[in-house]
């Protein structure tokens, strides 16, 4: 008999994209292919594609051009492009890169075995839907046979597209609008991740708390489906990703305050502290509305920790509406804030603002003292946990020093420990008290085990 063919993916973008790639792994699998860490032998490479972040045209095209190289010297290579990018490029990626095999899109990720299969004896293929197919569609498909990088925690996508028009963002036009799974679909997804050992969940949309909406308008279903997967046996940890301040409702932050699995850690992207630039970026919300809301949430739940997104140099950005973003990140006292430098997307509106762009050395400048903002703010959030024992749920040894475990608290930290590493393993919930505080993590000592990993397998199959 001969042997499996093998593969691997190369995954660009955020963590939609990466939980895509499980799912496309577990679909190879079925199809009879075997996960390979190698990529340089491996018989398929897919790079599933995002073109939100900054010079991913760049990214895939260079990818491509070393793997033109490869394709030469094993011509029975077969490469397949997916996801955001391949949606927007379509045959224009073959132009580029004709020594693509397969190019599939994002309302058809569960398509890409039989594409590449078909392609062996047809040649190139292109194949992108304008929207999901639910049999094609790997949004979709349960998580359940996905090929999960660890065994205790799991991604859950239940919602795909946005029906927001944000000025930047290309996903409206390249996830098509929202659409949302089944309640009952997810939490018997759920259910089935908790008897496999799954422990953490984090559910995942573009737009993820106005999940529901396209269901009924009756019901705050998101808040619903927080409290449901909280009463499942087994899930300890629910986080989700990412909400847009204007539809965080009562409803949710009072579902997040008394579902005790929810873990007390929101992702709440500002973008903007200037209600000019929020208007122009088409946010739907202003500062201090945005304040608002997060002092409900601060005040509802018992010690969240909150994190942020902002985009420096939006189009037409004055020095005042820079200063007012810095006033609002200082006074919000984020624990992280994620900062980005405006980028512009080839077909969002933002884009055909060329002639307000702001100059390159301005932005930098701006960049770096919002950077001191956040890493003053980040500081003093983590210096106050010095002295409290954290509960931590154990990744494995730390990636510098094979001696220190670290592992996230449920405001989703990182700790950096000691410990008695004997018979502490991945998945394992310990307690940790708190020693120092850095901007980017805490570090800590061991204090006792709550519990032991509840996971059966050992190994997980790796997605590179
Ligand atoms: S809410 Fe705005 S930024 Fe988020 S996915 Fe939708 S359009 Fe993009």
Not at 434 to 452: F, M, W
Request: aromatic share 6%.
């Amino acid at each position: 008999m001969s042997e499996p063919k093998t593969f691997a993916i190369r995954t660009f973008g955020c963590q939609m994209n990466e939980h895509d790639s499980e799912r496309i792994a577990g679909m190879m699998v079925a199809d009879g292919l075997v996960a390979s860490s190698d990529e340089r032998s491996a018989d398929v490479i897919i790079l599933n594609t995002c073109c939100i972040r900054e010079n991913a045209d760049n990214k895939l095209y260079s990818a491509l051009g070393e793997l033109k190289a490869l394709k030469k010297e094993r011509p029975g290579l077969q490469i397949a492009v997916g996801g955001c990018l391949a949606q927007k490029d379509r045959e224009g990626v073959l132009d580029k890169a004709n020594w693509v095999d397969v190019v599939f899109g994002t309302h058809n990720l569960a398509a890409a075995p039989k594409l590449l299969r078909r392609s062996e004896f047809e040649g190139p293929l292109v194949e992108i839907l304008e929207s999901p197919d639910p049999t094609a569609a790997a949004d979709m498909v349960p998580a359940l046979n996905a090929v999960r990088e660890v065994p205790w925690a799991a991604w859950m996508t239940i919602q795909t597209g946005c029906n927001n028009s944000c000025a930047f963002c290309i996903v409206p036009s390249v996830r098509g609008e929202e659409i949302s799974r089944p309640l009952e679909d997810l939490l018997e997804e759920s259910r089935l991740l908790a008897e496999q050992g799954v422990c953490e969940i984090t559910v995942l949309g573009q737009n993820v708390n106005s999940y529901g909406r396209d269901i009924t308008k009756r019901r705050p279903l998101f808040a619903d489906l927080l409290r449901e997967i909280g009463k499942i046996n087994g899930i300890e940890r629910i986080r989700f990703t990412s909400p847009h301040p204007k539809d965080l409702r009562e409803e949710t932050i009072a579902a997040m305050a008394e579902t005790s699995a929810v873990c007390n850690q929101l992702h709440l992207p500002l973008q903007s502290g200037s209600n000019a630039i929020l208007t122009a970026m088409r946010r739907g919300y202003t500062a201090e509305r945005y304040m608002e809301k997060l002092a409900a949430a601060r005040a509802a739940i018992e010690d969240l920790a909150v994190t942020t997104d902002i985009i420096v140099g939006f189009p037409g950005e004055t020095e005042e509406q820079f200063e007012d973003t810095l006033r609002v990140v200082a006074a919000c006292n984020f624990d992280s804030v994620y900062t980005f430098i405006f980028s512009p997307r080839p077909g969002t509106r933002a884009a055909d603002m060329e002639s307000e762009y702001i100059s390159p050395e301005v932005v930098k400048e701006r960049f770096a003292r919002l950077k001191d903002v956040v890493d003053r703010s980040s500081l003093r959030q983590h210096e106050a946990r010095v002295g409290r024992t954290e509960e931590v749920l154990v990744e494995g040894p730390s990636r510098r020093d094979a001696s220190v475990l670290s592992g996230r608290t449920r405001q989703g930290k990182l700790v950096h420990f000691t410990g008695p590493n004997e018979g502490l393993r991945p998945g394992a919930v310990v307690n940790v008290i708190v020693t120092h505080g850095a901007p980017y993590h805490l570090l800590g000592d061991y204090v006792s085990t709550i519990r032991g990993p509840r996971h059966k397998v050992r190994i997980p199959l790796h997605v590179s």
